[in-house]
């Protein structure tokens, strides 16, 4: 018993005196940082008259603390919209969790968090993308930002980049022919707890330059009249390297019962940094983009319902980034409607920034 006794003891002086430690050469410190972007869209949408706004999109601050080395919080606050009021503008807690880092193998985090689907729905500060407004595969296909309660596993392992994720559930009632899974987000305000979305994303890294990867999830969906299954597949590729940007993603949403069955999508962008030719240090990146998108792809009725919401689009544009944390951003782009081929012209510039 007195052995048992000093064993234990001896374990937990071990433990405490490795702890004494790690604190003894951390110092916990408090972090802050931020993105923000101010967008000009003039928009001609088929017939209906020219529409010219000045909008500051999203001005988001981050808080983070470190007690140790290896736990964390990191947090994210947004105003959509300059204000809210009467239901106009948004503030949104899009980030709040405790973090555990043991490796670059291992950690995990649980709050509110970010699933990872796609190239931006973690990162998604302007400086890191094409185009004034994020690519509309981000909007209608992958509902960036996507964020509510859960918890996640997360590591590296010989190049794998991978994340198993919990994550609050959809509503079904609220799933929509013209955006697919984007309304049904529950963002995080008391979600129903009696399923979950599980879902599992892999990268693969050691190429330098290049990212490429996949995620999987499903979903139970339920709301207080439906009850839907939801896969989402979805392949992402990035190279960002040499002066060249090329980015490529797909995804598609299969829906169980109901009008609406799948939704599907892609995009790819194409850049290159011209002053890279002049020896100039600021980027100048000229790009074109080509995007199909369709959130009522398949349908139980079939024929037009398929085509109303099915849309190409042609963008071409210009980056300018005098620093990497800073952007300004010219874009011109032609959006076809399959149904009747209605055109609409969107012209957009913008200002982002992150620190």
């Given amino acids: 018993m007195k052995r048992t006794f000093f064993?234990?003891?001896?374990?937990?002086?071990?433990?405490?005196?490795?702890?004494?430690?790690?604190?003894?050469?951390?110092?916990?410190?408090?972090?802050?940082?931020?993105?923000?972007?101010?967008?000009?869209?003039?928009?001609?949408?088929?017939?209906?008259?020219?529409?010219?706004?000045w909008d500051f999109h999203r001005f988001v601050l981050f808080f983070g603390y470190s007690w140790t080395e290896k736990w964390s919080f990191k947090s994210e606050v947004e105003l959509e919209h300059n204000f809210v009021k009467n239901g106009q503008g948004e503030l949104e807690l899009e980030q709040a969790y405790v973090n555990y880092h043991y490796s670059d193998m291992f950690g995990f985090n649980v709050g509110i968090i970010l699933p990872s689907v796609g190239l931006l729905n973690e990162f998604h500060e302007p400086p890191l993308f094409f185009g004034t407004e994020r690519p509309v595969y981000h909007n209608l296909i992958i509902p960036?930002?996507?964020?509510?309660?859960?918890?996640?596993?997360?590591?590296?392992?010989?190049?794998?980049?991978?994340?198993?994720?919990?994550?609050?559930?959809?509503?079904?009632?609220?799933?929509?022919?013209?955006?697919?899974?984007?309304?049904?987000?529950?963002?995080?305000?008391?979600?129903?707890?009696?399923?979950?979305?599980?879902?599992?994303?892999?990268?693969?890294?050691?190429?330098?330059?290049?990212?490429?990867?996949?995620?999987?999830?499903?979903?139970?969906?339920?709301?207080?009249?439906?009850?839907?299954?939801?896969?989402?597949?979805?392949?992402?590729?990035?190279y960002e390297a040499n002066n060249i940007t090329a980015v490529f993603e797909f995804g598609n949403i299969n829906?169980?019962?109901?009008?609406?069955?799948?939704?599907?999508?892609?995009?790819?962008?194409?850049?290159?940094?011209?002053?890279?030719?002049?020896?100039?240090?600021?980027?100048?990146?000229?790009?074109?983009?080509?995007?199909?998108?369709?959130?009522?792809?398949?349908?139980?009725?079939?024929?037009d319902s398929e085509r109303l919401y099915h849309f190409s689009e042609w963008m071409i544009g210009l980056n300018v980034k005098p620093l990497e944390q800073v952007v300004f951003k010219l874009d011109y782009s032609e959006r076809t409607r399959k149904l009747d081929d209605r055109k609409s012209k969107f012209i957009n510039f913008g200002m982002g920034y992150m620190f």
């Fill in 7 to 53: 064993i234990l003891t001896l374990i937990i002086s071990t433990h405490q005196s490795l702890l004494a430690q790690e604190l003894e050469f951390f110092e916990p410190k408090t972090t802050v940082g931020a993105y923000g972007e101010l967008h000009y869209n003039n928009e001609k949408i088929g017939n209906a008259p020219t529409k010219s706004i």
């Fill in 144 to 238: 960036t930002t996507w964020f509510g309660s859960g918890a996640s596993i997360y590591g590296n392992y010989f190049g794998f980049d991978y994340r198993l994720t919990l994550f609050e559930s959809l509503n079904s009632d609220k799933l929509s022919l013209a955006e697919g899974i984007r309304p049904a987000r529950m963002k995080g305000y008391k979600p129903d707890a009696s399923g979950f979305l599980y879902s599992i994303k892999l990268d693969y890294l050691n190429i330098p330059g290049l990212k490429v990867g996949n995620s999987f999830s499903f979903n139970n969906a339920k709301g207080d009249s439906t009850k839907i299954d939801i896969t989402i597949y979805e392949f992402h590729t990035k």
């Fill in 255 to 303: 829906y169980s019962t109901g009008e609406l069955k799948t939704s599907r999508g892609y995009y790819f962008d194409l850049g290159y940094n011209v002053a890279a030719l002049f020896d100039v240090n600021t980027k100048i990146i000229p790009f074109v983009r080509y995007s199909d998108i369709n959130t009522a792809a398949r349908t139980i009725s079939g024929g």
